[in-house]
Nanobody, 116 residues
Framework: VQLQASGGGLVQTGGSLRLSCAAS????????MGWRRQAPGKERAFVAA????????YYADSVKGRFTISRDNTKNTVYLQMDDLKPEDTAVYYC??????????WGQGTLVTVSS
């Protein structure tokens, strides 16, 4: 499976960005897709995820009410709408694909920078 993420950039506090991640290859076994992020000097942390069949969503407490994850099964693409961004949201955001069996796959990461 290959994952291509896009949509990162520089935004001011309170602004919005929309990340996209398109999966290609062995996409028939997707169980869940989501996003993690890694800030400088910190470990990679969970941000949000969505189940591929039922669309159940999961969020880290730090982003609840500000971020919205969605998917387009026909395009094998997951989106992360990020609103009311804060400087602490600054990180490299990684797309993650979890199959029904086997290890997860990761995208190349996209940088989100929120200026104060």
């Amino acid at each position: 499976v290959q994952l291509q993420a896009s949509g990162g950039g520089l935004v001011q506090t309170g602004g919005s960005l929309r990340l996209s991640c398109a999966a290609s290859g062995r996409t028939f076994s997707i169980a869940r897709m989501g996003w993690r992020r890694q800030a400088p000097g910190k470990e990679r942390a969970f941000v949000a995820a969505i189940s591929w069949s039922g669309g159940t969503t999961y969020y880290a407490d730090s982003v609840k009410g500000r971020f919205t994850i969605s998917r387009d099964n026909t395009k094998n693409t997951v989106y992360l709408q990020m609103d009311d961004l804060k400087p602490e949201d600054t990180a490299v955001y990684y797309c993650e694909l979890t199959p029904r069996n086997g290890p997860s796959s990761w995208g190349q990461g996209t940088l989100v920078t929120v200026s104060s």
